[in-house]
């Protein structure tokens, strides 16, 4: 199936995830599993996504998080297995992300062999803490030889950045293409994209 989904419920502290191995396109919402933080099922027939540690140990870590995707989408793909981040080129990155999407590094053969999962979500966890990055201010990360993640404040808005990942993924891999040595966006212009939408005197669209 290609990928996941979950919604994180602070205030009754559970998980909604998809089920393992059950195809978008017949599942219905009485098959999304529900768990708690530790992962034992509240509610639900199915044995919940195989990735479900990854997404609980990113809940664990940071509260403001209440939705995360999980895909094998193309061209984000594509950078994950060639274990290199996103670059920031031009606006339609930095309307969304405040820098360039942070690839992992590899897992070793003793994270694999063991809590495989588990220890996906902490590289991920690792990516983020070395790299001094706010997950809410680049939500989306590449996990080597794997592919992406994203999350938001809401179920939502970690789709969307799903989807805008992609788009940016894309375009980053024909600008580069197009110029080997491109560099990365002006550091003025990036932070004047991100801040106008994101940022505490933010005043794009109507509010």
Not at 71 to 91: N, V
Not at 93 to 102: L, R
Not at 115 to 135: A, N
Not at 159 to 167: D, G, I, K, Q, S
């Amino acid at each position: 199936t290609w990928g996941n989904v979950s919604a994180y419920d602070p205030e009754l502290k559970v998980v909604a995830i998809k089920p393992s191995g059950v195809e978008y396109d017949v599942m219905q919402v009485e098959d999304i599993v529900i768990l708690d933080l530790d992962g034992k099922i509240i509610e639900g027939e199915y044995k919940p996504s195989s990735d479900t540690p990854t997404h609980l140990e990113i809940y664990k870590n940071d509260p403001r998080i209440r939705g995360i995707v999980h895909t094998h989408s193309r061209w984000a793909t594509l950078f994950a297995q060639a274990k290199i981040d996103i670059p920031a080129l031009g606006t339609t990155h930095a309307d969304y992300f405040f820098g360039a999407i942070p690839c992992t590094r590899c897992l070793t053969t003793q994270e694999i062999e063991g809590e495989y999962e588990r220890e996906t979500g902490k590289v991920i966890l690792e990516t983020y803490h070395e790299r001094k990055i706010d997950p809410l201010t680049i939500p989306a990360v590449l996990v080597a030889s794997h592919g992406p993640f994203t999350w938001g404040i809401s179920p939502e808005e970690a789709v969307h950045n799903a989807v805008v990942l992609e788009e940016i993924a894309m375009m980053a891999w024909h600008d580069m293409i197009l110029d080997p040595n491109l560099q990365p966006m002006q550091e003025a212009l990036l932070h004047k994209h991100y801040l106008r939408k994101h940022g505490p005197g933010a005043y794009y669209g109507q509010k």
